[in-house]
Protein backbone atom coordinates (compact mmCIF):
# COMPACT_ATOMS: atom_id res chain seq x y z
CA UNK A 1 0.00 0.00 0.00
CA UNK A 2 2.93 2.29 0.91
CA UNK A 3 4.36 1.91 -2.60
CA UNK A 4 0.63 2.62 -3.98
CA UNK A 5 1.10 6.27 -2.01
CA UNK A 6 4.05 6.65 -2.83
CA UNK A 7 3.54 6.82 -6.50
CA UNK A 8 0.26 8.43 -6.41
CA UNK A 9 2.39 11.17 -4.58
CA UNK A 10 5.26 11.04 -7.12
CA UNK A 11 2.19 11.41 -10.23
CA UNK A 12 1.05 14.49 -8.48
CA UNK A 13 4.49 15.97 -8.23
CA UNK A 14 5.00 15.09 -11.76
CA UNK A 15 0.85 16.45 -12.66
CA UNK A 16 1.83 19.66 -10.58
CA UNK A 17 5.19 20.02 -12.68
CA UNK A 18 3.16 19.98 -15.71
CA UNK A 19 1.25 22.87 -14.48
CA UNK A 20 4.49 24.98 -13.90
CA UNK A 21 5.30 24.10 -17.66
CA UNK A 22 2.00 24.88 -18.99
CA UNK A 23 2.37 28.17 -16.92
CA UNK A 24 5.78 28.72 -18.97
CA UNK A 25 4.09 30.57 -21.62
CA UNK A 26 3.00 33.16 -19.47
CA UNK A 27 4.06 36.96 -20.76
CA UNK A 28 3.81 39.94 -19.61
CA UNK A 29 1.09 42.04 -21.67
CA UNK A 30 2.43 43.91 -24.27
CA UNK A 31 2.54 47.82 -23.91
CA UNK A 32 1.34 48.07 -20.38
CA UNK A 33 3.72 50.87 -19.84
CA UNK A 34 1.19 52.90 -22.30
CA UNK A 35 -1.98 51.93 -19.73
CA UNK A 36 -3.12 54.17 -17.08
CA UNK A 37 -0.31 54.61 -14.70
CA UNK A 38 -0.67 55.37 -10.66
CA UNK A 39 1.56 58.19 -9.17
CA UNK A 40 5.24 57.39 -8.27
CA UNK A 41 4.52 55.18 -4.59
CA UNK A 42 7.57 54.95 -2.19
CA UNK A 43 7.62 52.57 0.76
CA UNK A 44 10.71 53.63 2.99
CA UNK A 45 9.85 51.65 5.63
CA UNK A 46 12.73 48.92 5.42
CA UNK A 47 11.03 46.23 7.25
CA UNK A 48 8.09 46.23 4.85
CA UNK A 49 8.12 43.59 1.94
CA UNK A 50 7.25 46.33 -0.33
CA UNK A 51 9.97 48.58 0.31
CA UNK A 52 11.06 50.82 -2.89
CA UNK A 53 9.63 52.58 -5.49
CA UNK A 54 6.50 51.12 -7.70
CA UNK A 55 3.75 51.76 -9.86
CA UNK A 56 0.51 50.70 -10.62
CA UNK A 57 -0.58 49.76 -14.36
CA UNK A 58 -4.42 49.13 -15.19
CA UNK A 59 -5.56 48.32 -18.43
CA UNK A 60 -8.74 49.66 -20.23
CA UNK A 61 -10.90 46.70 -19.16
CA UNK A 62 -10.51 46.72 -15.81
CA UNK A 63 -10.77 50.88 -15.02
CA UNK A 64 -14.44 50.83 -14.94
CA UNK A 65 -14.24 48.64 -11.75
CA UNK A 66 -11.58 50.11 -10.40
CA UNK A 67 -13.70 53.44 -10.18
CA UNK A 68 -16.76 52.24 -9.59
CA UNK A 69 -16.44 48.58 -7.35
CA UNK A 70 -17.81 45.56 -8.06
CA UNK A 71 -16.14 42.05 -9.99
CA UNK A 72 -13.92 42.56 -12.49
CA UNK A 73 -14.62 41.25 -16.24
CA UNK A 74 -12.68 38.75 -18.14
CA UNK A 75 -9.21 39.75 -19.02
CA UNK A 76 -9.09 42.73 -16.71
CA UNK A 77 -5.59 42.99 -15.99
CA UNK A 78 -2.86 44.54 -13.28
CA UNK A 79 0.99 45.32 -13.45
CA UNK A 80 2.86 46.91 -10.93
CA UNK A 81 6.51 47.54 -11.78
CA UNK A 82 8.83 47.19 -8.35
CA UNK A 83 12.09 49.46 -8.48
CA UNK A 84 15.13 49.95 -5.53
CA UNK A 85 15.10 52.68 -3.82
CA UNK A 86 18.16 55.17 -3.98
CA UNK A 87 19.28 58.19 -2.24
CA UNK A 88 19.76 61.27 -3.71
CA UNK A 89 20.72 64.57 -2.16
CA UNK A 90 18.97 63.00 1.08
CA UNK A 91 15.89 62.10 -1.01
CA UNK A 92 14.65 57.94 -1.70
CA UNK A 93 14.51 58.16 -6.00
CA UNK A 94 13.76 55.18 -8.03
CA UNK A 95 16.83 52.99 -8.13
CA UNK A 96 16.68 49.51 -10.44
CA UNK A 97 14.04 47.75 -11.33
CA UNK A 98 13.62 44.47 -9.49
CA UNK A 99 10.43 42.78 -10.16
CA UNK A 100 7.06 42.98 -12.06
CA UNK A 101 3.67 41.36 -11.26
CA UNK A 102 0.69 40.88 -12.58
CA UNK A 103 -2.91 40.08 -12.12
CA UNK A 104 -5.02 38.62 -15.20
CA UNK A 105 -8.43 38.44 -14.72
CA UNK A 106 -9.07 34.21 -15.40
CA UNK A 107 -12.09 32.28 -14.44
CA UNK A 108 -9.96 28.99 -14.79
CA UNK A 109 -7.75 30.25 -12.42
CA UNK A 110 -10.13 29.02 -8.97
CA UNK A 111 -7.43 28.44 -6.68
CA UNK A 112 -6.46 32.07 -6.84
CA UNK A 113 -10.09 33.45 -6.91
CA UNK A 114 -10.41 33.23 -10.74
CA UNK A 115 -6.77 35.90 -11.04
CA UNK A 116 -3.78 34.59 -12.95
CA UNK A 117 -1.13 35.67 -10.51
CA UNK A 118 2.38 35.92 -11.79
CA UNK A 119 5.71 37.49 -10.88
CA UNK A 120 8.43 38.45 -13.44
CA UNK A 121 11.94 39.22 -13.40
CA UNK A 122 13.15 43.16 -14.60
CA UNK A 123 13.77 41.84 -17.88
CA UNK A 124 10.13 40.64 -17.80
CA UNK A 125 11.32 36.83 -17.79
CA UNK A 126 8.31 34.39 -15.66
CA UNK A 127 9.54 33.82 -12.42
CA UNK A 128 8.24 30.07 -12.35
CA UNK A 129 9.68 29.48 -8.82
CA UNK A 130 6.61 32.08 -7.21
CA UNK A 131 3.29 29.73 -6.28
CA UNK A 132 0.62 31.67 -7.14
CA UNK A 133 -1.57 31.00 -4.02
CA UNK A 134 1.41 30.75 -1.36
CA UNK A 135 3.42 33.83 -2.57
CA UNK A 136 0.56 36.37 -3.82
CA UNK A 137 -2.93 35.13 -3.33
CA UNK A 138 -3.33 34.67 0.17
CA UNK A 139 -2.38 38.02 1.12
CA UNK A 140 -4.52 39.35 -1.46
CA UNK A 141 -7.27 37.34 -0.29
CA UNK A 142 -6.94 38.35 3.52
CA UNK A 143 -6.42 42.43 2.45
CA UNK A 144 -9.03 42.46 -0.71
CA UNK A 145 -11.91 39.81 -0.63
CA UNK A 146 -14.28 42.22 -0.46
CA UNK A 147 -12.69 43.89 -3.95
CA UNK A 148 -12.79 41.17 -5.82
CA UNK A 149 -8.99 40.70 -4.48
CA UNK A 150 -8.28 44.11 -5.85
CA UNK A 151 -6.17 45.89 -2.72
CA UNK A 152 -4.69 48.85 -3.99
CA UNK A 153 -7.47 51.72 -4.53
CA UNK A 154 -8.45 54.54 -6.88
CA UNK A 155 -8.66 56.86 -4.49
CA UNK A 156 -5.08 56.55 -3.84
CA UNK A 157 -3.95 56.04 -7.77
CA UNK A 158 -3.52 59.48 -8.90
C1 LIG B 1 2.13 40.39 1.73
C2 LIG B 1 1.04 40.75 0.85
C3 LIG B 1 1.17 40.58 -0.65
C4 LIG B 1 1.70 39.56 -1.37
C5 LIG B 1 2.35 38.30 -0.84
C6 LIG B 1 1.52 39.91 -2.77
N1 LIG B 1 0.88 41.10 -2.89
FE1 LIG B 1 0.27 41.97 -4.61
N2 LIG B 1 -0.27 43.66 -3.56
C7 LIG B 1 -0.18 43.80 -2.20
C8 LIG B 1 -0.52 45.18 -1.83
C9 LIG B 1 -0.52 45.77 -0.42
C10 LIG B 1 -0.84 45.84 -3.04
C11 LIG B 1 -1.28 47.30 -3.21
C12 LIG B 1 -0.09 48.22 -3.48
C13 LIG B 1 -0.48 49.70 -3.49
O1 LIG B 1 -1.59 50.07 -3.06
O2 LIG B 1 0.32 50.51 -3.93
C14 LIG B 1 -0.70 44.83 -4.11
C15 LIG B 1 -0.97 45.09 -5.44
C16 LIG B 1 -0.83 44.15 -6.45
C17 LIG B 1 -1.23 44.36 -7.83
C18 LIG B 1 -1.99 45.59 -8.36
C19 LIG B 1 -3.51 45.32 -8.20
C20 LIG B 1 -3.95 45.43 -6.74
O3 LIG B 1 -4.32 44.40 -6.13
O4 LIG B 1 -3.92 46.55 -6.21
C21 LIG B 1 -0.86 43.24 -8.52
C22 LIG B 1 -1.01 43.00 -10.00
C23 LIG B 1 -0.26 42.32 -7.58
N3 LIG B 1 -0.25 42.90 -6.32
C24 LIG B 1 0.22 41.06 -7.92
C25 LIG B 1 0.84 40.21 -7.01
C26 LIG B 1 1.48 38.95 -7.40
C27 LIG B 1 1.54 38.38 -8.79
C28 LIG B 1 1.99 38.42 -6.24
C29 LIG B 1 2.81 37.15 -6.11
C30 LIG B 1 3.99 37.04 -6.92
C31 LIG B 1 1.64 39.32 -5.14
N4 LIG B 1 0.95 40.39 -5.65
C32 LIG B 1 1.94 39.10 -3.81
C33 LIG B 1 0.11 42.80 -1.30
C34 LIG B 1 0.67 41.57 -1.62
Same mark, same amino acid.
Not at 110 to 117: D, Q, Y
Not at 127 to 136: E, G, Q, R
Given at each position: ?????????????????????????????? &??????????????? =??????????????????????? /? &????? /????? @????????? /?? =? +??? &????? @????????????? &????????? +?????????? +? @????????????????? @?????????
Amino acid at each position: MKWFIRSVAAMLIVAGSFQVASAAGIRLPK &GYEKWDKSKEKVVTD =KSSLFYGVHYIYVDKKAMATYRN /G &GKYPE /GSQFV @VDYYNIREE /GG =K +PVK &GKKNM @VVLMQKDKKQKAT &GGWLFAGFT +PDGKHNKSLD +P @VKNCFECHAKDAAATDY @VISRYADFK
